[in-house]
């Protein structure tokens, strides 16, 4: 009766609905990848072992664009650096240990950090953490393999507009972050003022990682800023 009442509990459900919906953006990231030029393998493996739809959309969109796999594994580096944060963050929610704090480590990503520190203690965050890393990546996966393989049986792949299939998924994912806070509006400005005013004379793929300064002058703007400000919310 316990383990039947913990099925269901809330940080299941939280888990689950987040997992679902965010694992099946993998289908566009499967067509983006073998639009891009990557195989139905390459694109799966890249699922499996980064396992963080940014980085990857970031790639493959660098790819794309012409640019080379260098300059798109170091933007999709940046991007996924954030993730590494969230890992100092869990490591003291979760208090996890030995083997499963490395497995965990794999699973850190936006989903599974925001649905464990929604939670009210220890148990239910683990819990929460668990159930959304599991569902994202077993959906991430599946779909990645769908969109992919759909996409290689496709003749004209230009014509059915999946080349917008990159930037449309990519502003999706960065939108729920730009409606909260000015800071992370700035940054983004910034970095589109910087991309777009270098974008005519450097390589394809380089403007991206320039926009990365955006980013930087932000946090060193927040690591000097007086610390009375931070209760502020």
Same mark, same amino acid.
């Given at each position: 009766?316990?383990?039947?009442?913990?099925?269901?509990?809330?940080?299941?459900?939280?888990?689950?609905?987040?997992?679902?919906?965010?694992?099946?953006?993998?289908?566009?990231?499967?067509?983006?990848?073998?639009? *891009?030029?990557?195989? =139905?393998?390459?694109? #799966?493996? $890249?699922?499996?072992? /980064?396992?963080?739809? %940014?980085?990857?959309? +970031? @790639?493959?969109?660098?790819?794309?664009?012409?640019?080379?796999?260098?300059?798109?594994?170091?933007?999709?580096?940046?991007?996924?650096?954030?993730?590494?944060?969230?890992?100092?963050?869990?490591?003291?929610?979760?208090?996890?240990?030995?083997?499963?704090?490395?497995?965990?480590?794999?699973?850190?990503?936006?989903?599974?950090?925001?649905?464990?520190?929604?939670?009210?203690?220890?148990?239910?965050?683990?819990?929460?953490?668990?159930?959304?890393?599991?569902?994202?990546?077993?959906?991430?996966?599946?779909?990645?393999?769908?969109?992919?393989? *759909?996409?290689?049986? =496709?003749?004209?792949? #230009?014509? $059915?507009?999946?080349? /917008?299939?990159?930037? %449309?998924?990519?502003? +999706? @994912?960065?939108?729920?972050?730009?409606?909260?806070?000015?800071?992370?509006?700035?940054?983004?400005?910034?970095?589109?003022?910087?991309?777009?005013?270098?974008?005519?004379?450097?390589?394809?793929?380089?403007?991206?990682?320039?926009?990365?300064?955006?980013?930087?002058?932000?946090?060193?703007?927040?690591?000097?800023?007086?610390?009375?400000?931070?209760?502020?919310?």
């Amino acid at each position: 009766m316990i383990v039947s009442q913990r099925a269901w509990a809330p940080p299941v459900r939280d888990g689950l609905g987040v997992g679902v919906a965010a694992g099946f953006a993998g289908l566009a990231f499967g067509t983006s990848a073998v639009t *891009a030029g990557l195989s =139905v393998a390459q694109a #799966s493996v $890249l699922s499996v072992l /980064a396992f963080t739809g %940014a980085s990857q959309f +970031a @790639l493959v969109g660098v790819i794309a664009g012409g640019g080379n796999l260098a300059a798109g594994v170091v933007g999709a580096m940046l991007l996924g650096a954030r993730n590494t944060l969230y890992g100092l963050r869990l490591a003291d929610v979760l208090g996890w240990r030995g083997t499963r704090k490395i497995v965990a480590t794999h699973g850190v990503i936006d989903e599974s950090t925001a649905v464990a520190l929604a939670q009210r203690d220890r148990d239910d965050a683990r819990l929460g953490f668990a159930t959304t890393a599991v569902t994202t990546f077993v959906c991430w996966n599946v779909t990645t393999v769908v969109g992919a393989v *759909a996409t290689g049986h =496709v003749g004209d792949i #230009s014509a $059915l507009g999946l080349d /917008a299939v990159v930037p %449309a998924v990519f502003l +999706a @994912l960065l939108w729920s972050r730009l409606r909260h806070g000015g800071r992370e509006r700035w940054v983004a400005l910034g970095g589109v003022a910087i991309a777009l005013a270098t974008t005519t004379f450097l390589p394809a793929g380089v403007p991206v990682l320039c926009a990365a300064i955006a980013a930087l002058v932000a946090t060193l703007a927040a690591s000097t800023r007086p610390t009375e400000t931070s209760g502020g919310t």
